[in-house]
Structure formats: structure tokens, C-alpha cells
């Protein structure tokens, strides 16, 4: 695992044989034990409780408490005395089932880090900044610029009014001209920002612009903010310096804004490391796959109020979080953002929009209920593919090369009509998704991970799909800042699930037409040969030990990443799902008409076993 | 489960709340620790910066930034009227004299000569804080508010919109299952806050807009009206600030859903009492959710009544179920099986028995109950 972005590393000296980690969602705490077992660590237990920032507790430890109770029933082990986490373990003193080593958290429960971001050119500066501050663990809640579009009292109402929980001041590469950067100095200056938390303490500010602008910034907002320099993000045009800037912003999250969340004071108390907010540690996770592995990869977390995106692309690391775009606080926003229609389509079934939408609004009110009948959890899933399709347009338009930067090209590349600052995220070179939070970690079946992520972002060619299997890469991310074997060990055995791969070749044709034929060759001498055509869904047991080899011949029109009618010839291995050649089209197809579209979902779903053909009673 | 945490709604006849106004910046506050204060009372008072008008002077004079100081008129500080002159040039001839003036009334906040722009703030606005509730000064929070204790019946909806206000509680139905139509809202109503059964319709909405209703509490409504109320779809249950006309609260959620019989009953039996409401709701960190207070005036009001940490789900606990099937019906917990049992999506949950009041009883995840506490 890599080191993780913060500035300051815990030292802990003692062997740690026995780990307790926290997650404090916005929605849930989850808790997991992991224990040394002869020379390796292993998750061994888990428990969750709600998130207690609401009342009567506000206070985000009484949450951390009640899931640590869990694991102790659970295990057997007593790790609390009284409030107190028992450290270390007292097996030496004879109580093997006694306490832990350390206990380590990550939090997004305080509504997570929001940031306003300035600069100077909004698709140049602006976005380094903004990509400097998503890298960080934040929520932009707004870019402003000098050319933005907006005048110079809009900018300083916005200031006013958004009451961001830090602001990130860019702009002007290092020697450049200073004024424009100074002007907006003087913009947060007369807002007089306030934060979100607390009337009395000052907002932090993180200044990474034109190093030559900083006496006058300081001049301008060193009394009126908490002001802290970093060094430029774009120091020359065709360079961005994120890494500072990040660092910056992560150290004054936890010294001020953690600090005014309800319990947080306590949390840092508790805690043997600093509390990393939660898609910080998640990117940690993500990085560290796409290093070891030398693959380009897309990673997702979709938690209650947020879904944050993760990819690594020709080793360039990018994050963005869709702020309301979750599962419980803002489900009702995937309902306004998506509309009604683009979630419908995924529904099974037909139901009223009256139902549909008091459901929705229902969940965002009580966002801690979970899905008791098999309709509701096929809403919850439609809505996920919503929420998930979206925060990747998102993320998409946020994972660019740098703008504004004149580009080399060579006499192959005269008849290509590129510009600068076009989306890294190429779906046909993709080698893995991820998949972790809630509704893909809990899924019932492991295919309905699968089959969300399918749906939602559309992949091309071959991409195989894993999931967190219980939800647990923020913890590991954590940990990985105090033992990194501690992490890799249990992120290999216990986290990381693949669930296979997915054949999805690029064109479109008629429900029925031929798409591509298939000779599948499998490590036991099973041979698998078909027609997949258009509308088909297909689904061959593959586990990820075993290879198979698979030859495809394309229809003329349709394209398998060799080109148009090219064959295709790949090993590849499986998961606990399997194999799946996904014929449905690209960009993928769905009836229009509402009788057409229930039958073709029921018909996939029961292709692929998605769902229990009759309910369990309780 | 000792430790379980189940979250629930408050519904108590009598207890003590305490209620921090704090002012957005730091201000005066104008009343003392122990002091009776009402709900309409200033309690605290600052004054909110003015809007900030920038003017590019250098721009407007076709100068450079560092020269702007020898064209001003007015100094960083002054006071400037509207129309008055701010800056001008000083010609030859007088015909080309260009001045600037004042677009606003207000001071001089900055002259930068880096960016040659002044900075021209209007005058404070005064923010004054009321007191929200009929009670008295437990603290005072020197320079950022008061906490205002009352002793009080207290009722937590689950959402609401609008701000706080408060006046006389009427009550518009007969029965906790009984929707609010629009012929059950009179004119008599006006200024008051009315009581509702299951359901409000949208007519009913705009019915109490036309009398002038100003608080409207119901079991539930439909989102679609919602909508159709607010002019948008709301994305994120943070509200408070909406003006609708009315503060409404759901005390139960989205649809046709009865009251919770308790919650009906108390809020009955203070018809005709003065109630302070809020439909403040913020379902994030630092939850906020929307209630009524109605402060007590019987003698014996003045004995403070503290609330019982609950511990936990306990047998016989009333409960709400707050998720479909059985959406919105009000039982009691009649068990606890510890062990993980399967649900009809195949998901392994932890589960509780609710036994309803016709003697028929269920099995629920814990994650799909709420507790109706206060006792």
C-alpha cells in the first residue's frame, strides 16, 4: 500500500497483533476486527450501527461505540471499558480476549469537507484547483474565476452565501502576472466568509497560487482568515502540483473542520492515527491497485450522501465526488438530477410515480431503513445505476489532460480533430471497475453488483468487475498509513471480490440480429461456441482461478477493441459471478416501449439469476 | 444488544428544552441569565455587513492601478453618499473632466493598487434574533446568543419546511386517520397553527395560504404537492428557509399516512395553547428535525423535567415502521430474537417482532422501526 497523502505519520512502536477500524458513514459506523492469525492478518469480524450524529447523542463516538459493541458480542473479545477502547491487548498479562493494538477511523459523517476553490482561467487554474481539492477528500461546492462568467458582486454574494468549510485560492503561474489573483484576494475579503461550523473561529484558507502574489494575498485576508500557504498547483502551465496544496487541505481538515462536527473532538482522541475522511482513504486503496497491478482502472464508492469516482488511467490519479448523488440523504436528488423516466427504465415492473416518488422522499427523511421486500430493493438497485451513470459524466468531465496547454502533434495525428484537456477515461482500455459501499457491497446476490455497474457505466470490450466484499477499503486505506502488510494481507484475502468479466462488444443492431459468434474454451475442455445477438445477455460460470480462452468473431459493424468486424482472441479469467457477454448493445439498448422494457429486464434477470423468483417469507 | 441505537421521535407531554440562538456573527445580546423572555422577544442583535459594490476605478479613468490614489475624492473609510463624487480626473480643459460617483450609499472598504478597483460596502443590516419560545435565559453566550429553557410539550415530525414561527394550535379534524381538505380550513384560522390527520392535500394548501394559516401539522402529504408548493423537486432534506406562506411538518412522512394516535392526542389536547413551531429539518450531521413546542403555564411547570437516556430497544417500546410493507403502522416491540434472519430480498438481517394494537403482530429488520419516545 502507498503512503497516504497526509503530512503527519503516526508512529506507533508496539506490535499490532490485534486492529479495530472504524468508518463513520454519513448514514452508518461500520466496525472490523482484524486479527493476526500465525503470520498473517485476517478480517475476522464486523459489526455497523448508525451513524449518532443525530439527536439525542450528536456525538459521532456514541456510533463508534454501539459497532465496537458488535464486534465484542460477536467475538467474544472485550474491547471496551465503559467509552474507553482497551489498548493494547493484554494478551501478555494473560487475557488473550482483552483489547487491541490500536484503533484507527475514517469519517465522512460531518457532511464531509466542503470546499470552494477559486483561480484565475476556470478551465485552467480553476480546475487544478479543483482537481487538488477533490484529490484531498472535498466537496467542491462552486469554482469561482476571474472569467467566469459571473460579475465581480455575483462572486462575492456566492462567497457569502455558500459558507464552505475552506476555500482553496489558485491562479497565476509562478513569475506571471499577480493582479488577477489579487483581485480575488480582495473578493473573499469583502464577503468575509463565515463557515459552516462555529461563529467564532476563522475560516481556513489555503492559498497555492503565484508564489509572487503572496505578501499582497497576505496583506489582504491574513486577518481575516486562517490563512496557510502552499506551493503553486500550476507553477508553469504545462505542470500541475497538486500534492502540496492536498496535504495542506487534509491537515487543516482535521485541525479545524473535523473539530467542529458533533464528537469529532473526542473521535481524534480515541483514534492511535489521524482520522483520514473517508474518500481520501478509499483513493489510497484504489492508487495502490492500479500500481501493483499496472492496470487502468475505475473505482466507485456510493455511500448515502455522496458517490465518489476514483480512476487511474496511464498512472494518472483522479477523484471526483458527486456531492448529492447517494443512496439515502440524497436519494431523492439521483430522483431530480436523473428524472423519473431514466430511473423507470431499470424498474421490473410498472408502478405509479405518485408511489414512487412518496417512496423516495420516504428514504431521504428515514435514510437508515433498508429494503424489506423484493420491489423495494429493484427500486433501490434502479436508482443506484442512476446514481452511479451520473457521478461517472461527472467524473469524466473532471479527468481531463491539462487545458490550455498547447499540444505536440505528429503527421498521424493532422486528421484527428482533438483538443487539449480531452477526458482521460477511455472505456475501451479500462481493465477493471470497483466497486464498494453499500448497495454494491450488500447486494443479496453478487451478480446485482455486477450487473449495476454494467448497466450504469457501460464498458467496452473486456473489463473485468470486482467489489469490496463487505465494505471495507476506507478502513484499509487507514490502516495502510500504520502497517501496510496489515492492509495488503487482509485486502487480498478478505476485501477485494471479483466478480468477473464482462464482453461487451461496441455497435448496435435489432433485437435478434446476429452481434458476434463466440468460442469460448474453458480450463476443464469445455468448449462453449454461439451466436450472441443483439438483446442477448449471457452468463458462463468462470471462477477467477481459472482461465479461459475466448475467440469472438464480430458482425461487420460491431467492434471488439480490434476494430469493426475484427476477430478477437483473449485469455481472461473469471470471478464468483463468471463470464458475461453482454449483447445488449453500445451504447447499451433498453425497449422504449414499457411492456417491451419489463419483458427484456425479466428476461436478462432471469438469464442471469439477478434476483429469487419467490420471495423468502419472514 | 445493550448498546442498540434505534433512532426515534420525540413525543412527550412535559419536558425541558433547551433551545441555543446563536447569531450568525458575533453581536450583542440584550437579555440577562434568568430573565422571562416570549417568543417574539429580540434576544440578541448584530449587524450583518453591508453588500459589497466593486468599481474598477482604474478601468473607468484609464489609468494604471498604482496611480488611482491621486484621482480619488474620498478615502479608504469614508463615508460616501449615493451620487457623490468618488473619484475624478483633473484636465486642462474642464470639458473632459470624467468623475466617477457613487452608485451606492455607503463607505469606502478598500482601494487597492494592485487591481485599481475600490470596494464600496453598504450600510450593516440589523439582524435581530427572537427568542423563539416562551421561557427563560438559562445562558448567555457573551457576543453570539442565548440558550432559552422552557418547560414544555414537545412533538419531533420527521420533515418540515418553512421557518419558525408561532401562535394559538387549533385542530382541523376529528380522528389521527382523517385527511385535512380544504373545507375544513376557516377563515377563524388566520394567524394560527392548525392540526391535521393523515393527509394534506394540495388544495388544502393553498386554501390555508389564501386564510392565512400560519402553521400546518400533518401525518403526510404527497411529493408531488411538494413540488408543486416549493416550484422544484427538493434533492437534500436541508430546509428552513422556504416561503410558502406556512411552516409545515410531517409527523409521520410522504403519502396518506394516520398519525401516530399519541402525537394527535397531545397535540389536541393543547388546542387553543400557544405553540412555537420550526420546519427546520436537516438530515445530515448535527440532525435537525421539525417540532412543536408548547410551553407550560400550569404552576407546576416551573420543576425541570430531563429527559431519560434511552438505552437502547426494550421490550414494550412503541414503534413506528418506517418502511414498506407496512409502512406507517404504530406497534409495540413484543420481541427480540437475536439471531440473523433472512428477508424476502434475501438479505440476512438483524429483526424485531412489533405487535400492533388489533392483537396481529409482524416480524421487521431493526433498520425499518423507529422509536416514538417521551413518555
Given at each position: 500500500m502507498t503512503a497516504p497523502h497526509s503530512s503527519d505519520q503516526p508512529n506507533i512502536e508496539r506490535p499490532l497483533n490485534v486492529i479495530v477500524a472504524t468508518d463513520c458513514g454519513s448514514t452508518t459506523t461500520k466496525a472490523i476486527l482484524i486479527e493476526k492469525v500465525e503470520t498473517e492478518y485476517r478480517q475476522t469480524y464486523r459489526g455497523e450501527a448508525p451513524t449518532t450524529v443525530e439527536a439525542p447523542f450528536e456525538d459521532v463516538t456514541r456510533g463508534v461505540l454501539n459497532a465496537i459493541a458488535e464486534i465484542e458480542e460477536l467475538s467474544g473479545r472485550t474491547i471496551l471499558d465503559g467509552d474507553r477502547i482497551i489498548t493494547p491487548n493484554q494478551a501478555a498479562q494473560g487475557h488473550p480476549k482483552t483489547g487491541v493494538d490500536i484503533y484507527v477511523s475514517t469519517s465522512s459523517a460531518g457532511g464531509g469537507?466542503?470546499?470552494?476553490?477559486?483561480?484565475?482561467?476556470?478551465?485552467?487554474?480553476?480546475?487544478?484547483?479543483?482537481?487538488?481539492?477533490?484529490?484531498?477528500?472535498?466537496?467542491?461546492?462552486?469554482?469561482?474565476?476571474?472569467?467566469?462568467?459571473?460579475?465581480?458582486y455575483e462572486k462575492i454574494e456566492r462567497i457569502r452565501t455558500m459558507r464552505p468549510d475552506m476555500i482553496l485560492m489558485s491562479g497565476g503561474t509562478d513569475g506571471g502576472a499577480v493582479t488577477h489573483v489579487v483581485e480575488m484576494a480582495e473578493y473573499i475579503a469583502a464577503a468575509e466568509p463565515?463557515?459552516?461550523?462555529?461563529?467564532?473561529?476563522?475560516?481556513?484558507?489555503?492559498?497555492?497560487?503565484?508564489?509572487d502574489a503572496q505578501p499582497q494575498v497576505k496583506t489582504i485576508l491574513g486577518d481575516k482568515t486562517a490563512l496557510e500557504f502552499a506551493e503553486n498547483i500550476r507553477p508553469v502551465l504545462e505542470r500541475e502540483n497538486l500534492t502540496p496544496a492536498r496535504n495542506k487541505i487534509h491537515d487543516l481538515f482535521l485541525e479545524h473542520v473535523m473539530q467542529q462536527a458533533p464528537g469529532y473532538k473526542k473521535l481524534i482522541e480515541m483514534a492511535d492515527a489521524p482520522i483520514m475522511p473517508t474518500p481520501a482513504a478509499v483513493g489510497v486503496i484504489m492508487e495502490t491497485i492500479a500500481k501493483r497491478e499496472g492496470i487502468n482502472l475505475i473505482g466507485v464508492d456510493i455511500g448515502g450522501a455522496t458517490t465518489d469516482v476514483f480512476s487511474v488511467f496511464n498512472g494518472v490519479f483522479n477523484r471526483t465526488v458527486s456531492a448529492n448523488l447517494g443512496m439515502s440523504y440524497s436519494i431523492s436528488n439521483v430522483l431530480a438530477e436523473a428524472g423519473l423516466d431514466n430511473i423507470m427504465r431499470w424498474v421490473p415492473f410498472t408502478i405509479d410515480e405518485q408511489s414512487l416518488r412518496n417512496r423516495i422522499k420516504n428514504k431521504m427523511v428515514r435514510p437508515t431503513t433498508i429494503p424489506q421486500t423484493l420491489d423495494e430493493l429493484q427500486i433501490e438497485q434502479a436508482i443506484a445505476r442512476e446514481a452511479l451513470r451520473l457521478a461517472l459524466i461527472h467524473h469524466k468531465s473532471l479527468a481531463?489532460?491539462?487545458?490550455?496547454?498547447?499540444q505536440e502533434r505528429t503527421i498521424s495525428d493532422v486528421f484527428e480533430q482533438r483538443t487539449s484537456g480531452k477526458t482521460l477515461i477511455d472505456l475501451l482500455k479500462l481493465d477493471l471497475i470497483v466497486g464498494s459501499g453499500g448497495i454494491l457491497s450488500h447486494a443479496p446476490r453478487r451478480i446485482q453488483s455486477m450487473l449495476m455497474m454494467v448497466d450504469a457505466y457501460e464498458p467496452l470490450g473486456v473489463t473485468t468487475l470486482s467489489v469490496d466484499s463487505i465494505f471495507m477499503m476506507p478502513h484499509l486505506g487507514v490502516l495502510s498509513t500504520v502497517n501496510e502488510q496489515a492492509a495488503t494481507d487482509v485486502f487480498v484475502r478478505d476485501c477485494m471480490v471479483y466478480l468477473g468479466t464482462c464482453i461487451a462488444p461496441i455497435g448496435q443492431g435489432k433485437d435478434g440480429e446476429r452481434c458476434t459468434d463466440y468460442d469460448l474454451a474453458f480450463p476443464d475442455g469445455r468448449i462453449e461456441k454461439g451466436t450472441l445477438t443483439f438483446g442477448d445477455l449471457k452468463l458462463f460460470a468462470l471462477t477467477r482461478e481459472q482461465q479461459a480462452t475466448v475467440t469472438m468473431q464480430p458482425a461487420k459493424q460491431v467492434d471488439l477493441g480490434n476494430g469493426p468486424g475484427q476477430s478477437f482472441t483473449a485469455t481472461m479469467r473469471g470471478g464468483v459471478v463468471g463470464l458475461m457477454l453482454d449483447g445488449r448493445g453500445r451504447p447499451l439498448q433498453l425497449p422504449s416501449d414499457q411492456a417491451a422494457r419489463v419483458a427484456a429486464l425479466t428476461r436478462w434477470d432471469q438469464t442471469v439469476g439477478l434476483y429469487p423468483t419467490t420471495g423468502s417469507e419472514l | 444488544m445493550a448498546h442498540s441505537y434505534t433512532p426515534g421521535l420525540t413525543v412527550t407531554e412535559r419536558t425541558t428544552v433547551r433551545r441555543r440562538r446563536i447569531l450568525p456573527l458575533?453581536?450583542?445580546?440584550?437579555?440577562?441569565?434568568?430573565?422571562?423572555v416570549h417568543a417574539d422577544t429580540a434576544v440578541a442583535r448584530a449587524e450583518l455587513p453591508g453588500k459589497v459594490v466593486p468599481l474598477n476605478l482604474a478601468n473607468q479613468l484609464g489609468i494604471a492601478p498604482d496611480e488611482i490614489n491621486d484621482y480619488l475624492v474620498k478615502k479608504e473609510k469614508e463615508l460616501v453618499q449615493k451620487d457623490e463624487v468618488l473619484a475624478e480626473n483633473k484636465p486642462f480643459i474642464k470639458w473632459f473632466k470624467t468623475e466617477i460617483r457613487s452608485p451606492v450609499g455607503g463607505t469606502v472598504e478598500s482601494i487597492s493598487t494592485i487591481t485599481g478597483q475600490v470596494l464600496l460596502r453598504e450600510p450593516p443590516r440589523v439582524l435581530e434574533l427572537r427568542g423563539y419560545i416562551d421561557g427563560t435565559i438559562a445562558e448567555v453566550h457573551p457576543e453570539q446568543g442565548v440558550t432559552v429553557e422552557t418547560t414544555c410539550s414537545l412533538v419531533q415530525g420527521i420533515f418540515g419546511i418553512g421557518g419558525e414561527t408561532n401562535g394559538e394550535l387549533v385542530v382541523g379534524v376529528t380522528a389521527p386517520d382523517q385527511p385535512l381538505l380544504p373545507e375544513r380550513l376557516t377563515p377563524s384560522m388566520k394567524g394560527k397553527i392548525v392540526i391535521g390527520g393523515s393527509f394534506l392535500p394540495a388544495a388544502a394548501m393553498a386554501r390555508a395560504k389564501e386564510i392565512g394559516v400560519i402553521g400546518l401539522v400533518v401525518g403526510g402529504i404527497h411529493d408531488k404537492d411538494l413540488r408543486a408548493l416549493l416550484g422544484y423537486d427538493l434533492g437534500v432534506a436541508i430546509t428552513g428557509t422556504e416561503q410558502v406562506g406556512f411552516t409545515l411538518i410531517l409527523t409521520e412522512g410522504f403519502g396518506t399516512i394516520p398519525m401516530a394516535p399519541k402525537t394527535f392526542a397531545l397535540l389536541s389536547a393543547h388546542a387553543g395553547q400557544k405553540a412555537s413551531i420550526s420546519g427546520a429539518t436537516q438530515i445530515r450531521a448535527g440532525v435537525i428535525r421539525p417540532e412543536i413546542i408548547i410551553p407550560q403555564t400550569s404552576p407546576s411547570a416551573g420543576a425541570r423535567v430531563s429527559l431519560v437516556e434511552r438505552e437502547g430497544i426494550q421490550l414494550g417500546d412503541p414503534v413506528r415502521i418506517i418502511r414498506d410493507p407496512l409502512f406507517g403502522k404504530i406497534g409495540a416491540v413484543s420481541g427480540l430474537p437475536s439471531e440473523l434472519r433472512m428477508i424476502p430480498t434475501e438479505s440476512e438481517v438483524r429483526v424485531l417482532e412489533v405487535r400492533f394494537p388489533d392483537g396481529t403482530s409482524t416480524v421487521v429488520p431493526r433498520a425499518n422501526i423507529e422509536v416514538i419516545e417521551g413518555a
Open positions: 469537507l466542503q470546499m470552494m476553490v477559486t483561480g484565475v482561467v476556470q478551465n485552467m487554474t480553476g480546475e487544478s484547483a479543483q482537481r487538488a481539492a477533490l484529490g484531498a477528500g472535498a466537496i467542491v461546492i462552486d469554482v469561482l474565476a476571474s472569467n467566469d462568467g459571473r460579475l465581480p463565515r463557515p459552516r461550523f462555529g461563529s467564532t473561529y476563522r475560516l481556513p484558507l489555503v492559498y497555492a497560487g503565484n508564489k481531463t489532460g491539462l487545458k490550455g496547454v498547447q | 458575533p453581536g450583542t445580546v440584550l437579555v440577562k441569565v434568568g430573565e422571562t
